[in-house]
């Protein structure tokens, strides 16, 4: 166990990014799958589980694809506040994070995942029916490999990409000598950080 007593802010700002670095570049890492909150259309929160793609610490954005005929997309289009939580569960470590979606609208972008992402993956955004669609049984809904192959109708134009602007950061540690929890809110040029009581 690392000794985290005498950990400065800065060491724990460095540490979260890590975490969150780990997310990607780690096979199971704890902070893979992220959950996010949105705004329902109708004003309740909704929730869930989402696989954290790309993690740009200089830029301060964390991204994420999904299906953009998806309700959460909807309720982004109309309110980008976001709010993403995970924990490692061994470390005793909660990350949330709040900040701002946009949908990335740049092609040369949005191709190059396309292109390097798994078959097995763009399957997924070839459903004909939108996420959320009632069907009589589970099966109504899978798509076979072979359908849809044509070039017009690959999946893509339901493919989105989503970067979340990160506006503040929040890390909580669980330890026997004591928790320790930190707030860093970030902005173009840095950030500002601060103890809090856990
Ligand atoms: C392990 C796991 C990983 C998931 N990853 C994603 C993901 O990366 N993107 C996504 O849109 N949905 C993902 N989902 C599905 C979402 O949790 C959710 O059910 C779906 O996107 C519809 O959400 P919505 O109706 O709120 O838009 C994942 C679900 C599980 C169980």
Redesign the pocket.
Same mark, same amino acid.
């Given at each position: 166990m690392s000794d985290t007593a005498s950990e400065s802010l800065t060491e724990t700002y460095d540490r979260l990014w890590s975490c969150l670095e780990s997310g990607v570049n780690v096979q199971r890492s704890p902070f893979t799958?992220l959950q996010a909150a949105t705004l329902g259309v109708d004003g309740a929160p909704?929730v869930?589980?989402? %696989?954290l793609r790309q993690v740009s610490r200089a830029d301060r954005v964390l991204s994420?694809?999904?299906?953009a005929r998806?309700?959460? %997309?909807a309720e982004l289009r109309r309110d980008p506040r976001i709010a993403l939580v995970a924990n490692d569960l061994d470390a005793l470590v909660q990350i949330r994070a709040e900040g701002v979606a946009s949908i990335c609208d740049d092609e040369a972008q949005r191709r190059a995942i396309w292109q390097s992402s798994r078959p097995h993956t763009l399957l997924l955004y070839r459903a004909p029916l939108p996420?959320?669609t009632p069907v009589a049984s589970p099966e109504a809904a899978h798509v076979a490999a072979s359908e849809g192959a044509a070039p017009t109708d690959d999946g893509y134009e339901n493919f989105c990409l989503l970067h979340v602007t990160v506006k503040r950061l929040d890390w909580l540690e669980l330890a026997r000598a004591g928790h320790r929890r930190a707030v860093f809110d970030l902005h173009e040029s840095g950030y500002e950080s601060r103890w809090i009581a856990p």
């Open positions: 799958m909704k869930r589980t989402i %696989v994420f694809h999904t299906d998806s309700e959460k %997309v996420p959320g």
